[in-house]
């Protein structure tokens, strides 16, 4: 059983930055696959970046590539999502995910991930 804790959401301006943190509990950290999520209001949730346990392999949607970074700590069992020059279509609820020995080319997929956390608020304002 993982446990994932988000923090870092909050309210900022356009063009502004944001860092959200993950952090994960249990001892096996790095055989997950590590992925962000989010769901604005009214719409789906949907796929933002993520990450391999062992490479450290990354995905990003198109929309958010050049922008947001995606990286882990193996040592502090968290994974971060860093957040640059955000945009009002940013604005959602962001879910950390976690997924064990997902490959690179499955990513993306919503349905592998097996534990998922509460979801942190990311407001950016025009």
């Known amino acids: 059983q993982v446990q994932l804790v988000e923090s870092g959401g909050g309210l900022v301006q356009a063009g502004g930055s944001l860092r959200l943190s993950c952090a994960a509990s249990?001892?096996?950290?790095?055989?997950?696959?590590m992925g962000w999520f989010r769901r604005a209001l009214g719409k789906e949730r949907e796929f933002v970046a993520a990450?391999?346990?062992?490479?450290?392999?990354?995905d990003y949607a198109r929309s958010v590539k050049g922008r947001f970074t995606i990286s882990r700590d193996n040592a502090r069992n968290t994974v971060y999502l860093q957040m640059n020059s955000l945009k009002p279509e940013d604005t959602a609820v962001y879910f950390c995910?976690?997924?064990?020995?997902?490959?690179?080319?499955?990513?993306?997929?919503?349905?592998?991930?097996?534990?998922w956390g509460q979801g942190t608020q990311v407001t950016v304002s025009s």
């Open positions: 995910a976690a997924a064990r020995e997902l490959s690179s080319a499955s990513l993306r997929l919503q349905y592998k991930y097996d534990y």
């Open positions: 249990g001892r096996t950290f790095n055989s997950y696959a």
């Open positions: 990450i391999t346990g062992r490479e450290s392999d990354t």
